[in-house]
């Protein structure tokens, strides 16, 4: 790293006095010491958290955008720095358009001219990393040009060298830095912002949700012109909607303003669960609201460098501590986070369960439509911080993504009742993944690799045989109404739901290469399978 640039850093921490982040009392002895002289400065006038802002405003533009991301750590930083933190922008001035047109040629190896029918010289948008011109191509497509800064990478590498330096010395000297793993959010970063470096991967992803949405009433994306897109130059179709937060324009047109506002929500859910692929940067900047059918909204959205997935696991893990944070089962969210491995697997779940009850209830006292699902989440977190909780790296887009949606829905419509519309997905999901089909399809689906968990199959069952009691209540309440017909569908699902379960053991037995050697257990295991699913 240049000295030049850790003498900025350093002129810049001491001037805006970030060492008072951190307070007194947390700091060990030997950094006390260190930071003793600087006591002789001038207290600073500003809060901690502008001081912070101003200061991460005035190293550039990759630590605005590592601001950017803190914002969305609730979790992890004080209210009064997060709310700071939101008012980062990341406007920086456009670089003239002669050498935009030059690394456009470069890149496709003909002039702007050739590609392009007419290209405007004015940039429609600048940011820190690239910047966004309007064009239309030969064949009369109207697109927008989106091109990377010059020498943006370079100074990315160097500022992420030193937030790695800055992210050791925290786990290594400062108390709680081990628990809150700040090597590994830099690193997330790291990913995060490495990925905006190349296009391609920014059209590879939009590409993908697009597929995912083709022909959807809820959300369009913008079509990748794959033949003038590079590295460091996308082409992407030009949309012509109303910006998100335009309310003047969506209710001119009267827009429906509670559909739009569920119909958030509702594709929020369905990429996390549905689809497992979920845009991850759905700030209002990047969310537009389509002219046509305004009593049945769709939504546009761009930029779509930053994507985030969760695995099998914690997709599992998280339905089900939503459904019982909202049903007040704080026992089972407490189980939940011990087998997860989101807290130690020695955490005593009573005093984790009294702990979380203490700070979910006072929220749960107000109606549904005034409780923020994203706060509670958020909440949830910082109680399980006490409990050493680490840091969940995979689990930060989908907290700042949800925090998008819910602020976004309900600055559309204040009265969305978020749970309203996520409570039906969830357990439609729920039930759809212990129904024996599905089950049956992932073996098919991974066949070896179900072999290979069939050691895990006593918990799997047992988590189905918890799933169904958290499922209980609903069914009671409609109980009444079942007709016998349906009690005996009941059974047999459940029943199938067993002969599932003992034909995976029964092969796991087998070894089907060894068929001719099934042992005794095996053949039992796999004569009851057949019993139970045929059995009408």
Not at 190 to 195: A, L, N
Not at 287 to 305: C, G, K, L, N, W
Not at 307 to 330: I, P
Not at 355 to 381: D, Q, Y
Request: proline content about 7%; overall charge neutral; charged content about 25%.
């Amino acid at each position: 790293m240049p000295i030049s640039r850790t003498v900025t850093i350093a002129r810049v921490f001491l001037r805006h006095r970030l060492d008072l982040l951190l307070p007194a009392e947390r700091r060990p002895l030997w950094l006390r010491g260190l930071l003793a002289p600087l006591k002789l400065l001038p207290q600073p006038k500003m809060e901690r958290g502008e001081r912070l802002r101003r200061a991460l405003e005035e190293l550039g533009p990759i630590f605005v955008k590592f601001g950017q991301l803190l914002s969305t750590r609730p979790d992890l930083l004080p209210p009064d720095v997060v709310e700071q933190l939101d008012y980062l922008q990341d406007k920086v001035p456009p670089f003239p358009s002669d050498q935009c047109r030059a690394l456009i040629e470069e890149a496709l190896g003909a002039s702007v001219d050739e590609v392009f029918a007419s290209f405007e010289h004015e940039p429609l948008a600048a940011a820190s990393v690239a910047q966004v011109h309007a064009a239309v191509l030969k064949s009369g497509e109207s697109v927008v040009v989106k091109v990377l800064r010059p020498g943006i990478g370079d100074v990315i590498q160097e500022d992420l060298r030193l937030l790695r330096v800055i992210a050791r010395a925290i786990e290594r000297f400062v108390p709680e830095g081990r628990r809150l793993r700040p090597v590994e959010v830099v690193e997330d970063y790291r990913h995060t912002i490495e990925g905006e470096l190349d296009l391609t991967r920014e059209a590879a992803n939009g590409t993908q949700l697009r597929r995912n949405f083709t022909d959807s009433p809820l959300l369009y994306i913008p079509q990748v012109y794959w033949d003038y897109t590079r590295e460091n130059v996308l082409v992407l179709e030009r949309i012509n909607g109303i910006p998100v937060t335009d309310l003047a324009q969506l209710r001119e047109q009267d827009t429906n303003m509670p559909l739009l506002a569920e119909r958030g929500v509702e594709i929020f859910f369905k990429q996390v669960f549905e689809y497992n692929f979920f845009h991850a940067d759905m700030h209002p900047g990047n969310i537009f609201v389509s002219r046509e059918h305004p009593q049945r909204p769709q939504y546009i959205a761009i930029d779509t460098a930053i994507v985030g997935s969760l695995s099998r696991e914690d997709q599992y893990y998280l339905a089900r501590n939503l459904l019982a944070m909202f049903r007040r089962d704080y026992r089972m969210v407490a189980e939940l986070h011990v087998q997860s491995g989101w807290v130690r697997a020695d955490t005593p779940v009573n005093a984790f369960e009294a702990a979380i009850r203490a700070v979910c209830e006072p929220i749960f006292e107000k109606p549904l439509g005034e409780i923020s699902f994203a706060r509670v989440l958020i909440s949830l977190f910082q109680t399980a911080r006490r409990f050493d909780m680490a840091v969940q790296p995979q689990l930060v887009l989908l907290q700042k993504t949800l925090l998008n949606i819910e602020g976004l829905g309900r600055q559309l419509y204040p009265e969305l009742d978020l749970w309203k519309t996520a409570h039906p997905f969830l357990e439609r999901w729920m039930r759809e993944r212990i129904h024996p089909k599905t089950l049956v399809g992932e073996i098919k689906r991974y066949g070896p690799e179900w072999l290979e968990k069939f050691p895990q199959m006593p918990q799997l069952v047992y988590s189905a045989l918890e799933q169904s009691r958290e499922l209980a209540p609903q069914l009671e309440n409609i109980g009444e109404k079942l007709a016998s017909s349906q009690r005996r569908g009941r059974w047999q699902y459940l029943r199938r739901l067993c002969g599932v379960v003992l034909a995976v053991g029964a092969l796991a037995l087998s070894r089907p290469q060894w068929l001719e050697q099934l042992p005794p257990s095996g053949w039992v295991l796999g004569i009851a399978a057949l019993i139970l699913l045929l059995w009408p």
